[in-house]
């Protein structure tokens, strides 16, 4: 059996939605198995972590839990049977409908007895009818949830391009990304976990964006480092530049510095709302090495500006 799913996540039993959630984001970035794949046991941690956060995030099966319906794992627990027997009771009087301290809540008697006596047919003979009909049948459980990795290009997490996965039994399908979707961002696809008679678990996708040599996310805009020539910082130019959304021909004004920054509007990621962030392009000049021309050129000429003031040297 699971441990206590607060305790897995380090909140108490009255924590709020925004408390449990904001527990599970800290851990799962703590065990993540790409910041730790040296480390099995964080890997194990992580998958706990996240079972735990799966069962108290869902609003009904929290509250049977805290009901003590279900047990961490989110099967039905045997809190229905009461205290066995009857306890010291056992089976005879102290009443006439017998069998005292039986708790019937949750499971169906008949069932349960005819077994005993040899069948609801025996035992419904004794009174003519059956003694426990309308007894509500204790469902079955569900299939346990599946967790999955899926890993995306920030690309295509910018995009919010299809992303094919694998499941367990083989198939496959096709996922399209929530708007706002980040690093850790989990999607549940109902009734693609493990199979059972009382109905499929579900299959629980948690997102990993992937790292990428040139772009950064920041917050919902991008970032790019642009390199440039000296003389295309100098006189201007348009050049051409990556984005997330494809390549674009950008104007560099004339008298670029390095560390200008241009802004390529709706080139960064999808919000919540539709809407999207804006590329931000960051401008790098390059200088060539031993360029005897270059030095030649410049020789004599001196920029007498005194560009480190504001620095107080």
């Known amino acids: 059996m699971a441990a ?8 108490s039993r009255g924590a709020s939605e925004k408390e449990i959630k904001s527990a599970y984001r800290k851990l799962a970035k703590e065990l993540h198995p790409d910041a730790n794949k040296d480390n099995p046991k964080a890997a194990e941690r992580f998958s706990s972590v996240t079972a735990a956060y799966d069962l108290l995030s869902d609003k009904d099966n929290r509250a049977r839990f805290d009901r003590g319906e279900i047990d961490a794992d989110g099967n039905p627990t045997m809190s229905g049977y009461g205290g066995g027997y009857g306890g010291q009771r056992g ?15 949750g499971i169906d ?8 006596f040899g069948g609801r047919s025996q035992g419904a003979g004794r009174g003519g009818a ?12 569900r299939g346990a949830n599946v967790a999955y990795r ?33 690093d ?5 696809l109902a009734g693609k976990g493990e199979p059972s008679p009382g109905g ?54 004339p008298g670029s510095s390095s560390g200008k920054v241009l802004r390529l509007k709706g080139r960064g990621f999808t919000r919540k709302d539709g809407s999207r962030g804006d590329q931000l392009v960051t401008l790098e000049i390059v200088l060539p090495e031993d360029d005897a021309d270059l030095a030649k050129r410049l020789e004599g000429w001196r920029d007498t500006r005194d560009v480190r003031a504001r620095l107080g040297v």
């Open 4 to 11: 206590d799913p607060y305790s897995t996540l380090g909140v």
């Open 91 to 105: 089976f005879g009087g102290g009443g006439q409908g017998g069998f005292e301290g039986f708790s019937s809540e």
């Open 109 to 116: 008697l008949g069932d349960l007895f005819g077994d005993i």
């Open 130 to 141: 059956d003694p426990f009909a309308g007894r509500q049948r204790r469902a079955a459980p």
């Open 150 to 182: 899926l890993s995306v290009s920030l690309p295509d997490a910018a995009n919010l391009s299809p992303q094919r996965i694998t499941l367990g039994d083989g198939k496959t399908i096709d996922l399209k990304l929530p708007a706002g979707v980040e």
């Open 184 to 188: 850790g961002t989990q999607m549940r």
């Open 200 to 253: 499929a678990g579900d299959a629980i996708v948690t997102i990993h964006i992937q790292p990428h040599s040139c772009f950064k996310r920041d917050g919902d805009d991008v970032r790019l480092d642009l390199p440039v020539t000296l003389d295309e910082a100098v006189s201007g130019a348009k050049v051409r530049a990556p984005t997330v959304s494809g390549a674009v021909m950008l104007s560099v004004p």
